[in-house]
């Protein structure tokens, strides 16, 4: 799908056309100078501190052995 449209700065009017496809997976384009900005990062570990970092490792080694706990008890 191509539209277009005008408008005017101070130095006069000109048009722009873009081009858009609608339905597609992966259709949609930009220029490179253009880029989307970053997106937010709920949980990054590039982004935590080392205080963070070590608590969530803390955290995720007691899941773990919580489990072979489990796995290990007799039936």
Same mark, same amino acid.
């Given at each position: ?6 408008h005017r700065h101070d130095? @006069? +009017? %000109?048009? $722009? *056309?873009?081009?858009?496809? #609608?339905?597609?997976? @992966? +259709? %949609?384009? $930009? *220029?490179?100078?253009?880029? #989307?900005?970053?997106?937010? +990062? ?8 080392l205080a963070q970092r ?22």
């Amino acid at each position: 799908m191509v539209h277009s449209h005008t408008h005017r700065h101070d130095d @006069g +009017a %000109h048009a $722009h *056309a873009h081009a858009h496809a #609608h339905g597609t997976a @992966g +259709a %949609h384009r $930009h *220029a490179p100078e253009l880029p #989307h900005p970053a997106q937010a +990062a709920t949980l990054s570990l590039l982004r935590m501190t080392l205080a963070q970092r070590l608590g969530l490792a803390i955290f995720l080694s007691g899941v773990l052995w919580g489990l072979v706990w489990l796995a290990m008890r007799p039936a």
